[in-house]
């Protein structure tokens, strides 16, 4: 792990603030917390590399150009379009100020992993934003809601009825004067025939010759 002694653990974890700070922000939706944490970290960060030679303000303004679509993203939702090139242009400038090679790489995998670790731990307690609510989905169709995978015929079983289809072994039975999708045992079984419902498992109702 050559690469983070070179280019600093505290760097690395300056990066990963950044992110979670992004996070918490579209998670909380402009409470600012997530505000203050990323303007901490990127200050030191920028302020370090920037004192020191190692990045030009062109980095500096791609990473606040990227910032700035981000928040725009927050107060006014739209498709996710602005929240994605702000995250690239971030990704980008932060590349080139660890050096833009396979270690800043290497680097900036490792600051995103820590960042998502830790936001998986705080995630519950934090709020949630329009945004938020718009890219992770909390809804379920469920059947009390009057959502079914298939149709119920649980109430057939016992049932006796009239083939009007030949099943081979599946075809339609006529019970109660309405046609049933049915399966036989497995042998052929030709039309008018007198069949039991055997069994019914989700849409699969297998009968039987009476």
Known sequence: ?????DIGAVQVLLVAV???SVMVEVKTGGLGVGVLLGLVAAGVFWGSHYTRGL???YHIAVFLA???MIIVEILLPTVGLLAGLGVAA??????LALGGDIGALAALGIALLISIAAF?????RLPSSRLWNKVVLHDSS????GFISAEDHSELVGKVGEVITELRPSGTVRIDGSPVDVVSEGAFIKKGTQVVVLSVSGSRVVVRPV
């Open 1 to 5: 792990m050559d690469f983070i002694v």
């Open 18 to 20: 950044m992110f979670l």
């Open 55 to 57: 990045v030009e303000f």
């Open 66 to 68: 990227g910032v700035l």
């Open 90 to 95: 971030m990704l980008y400038s932060i590349v």
């Open 120 to 124: 998986m731990l705080i995630v519950s």
């Open 142 to 145: 469920r059947s009390e809601r």
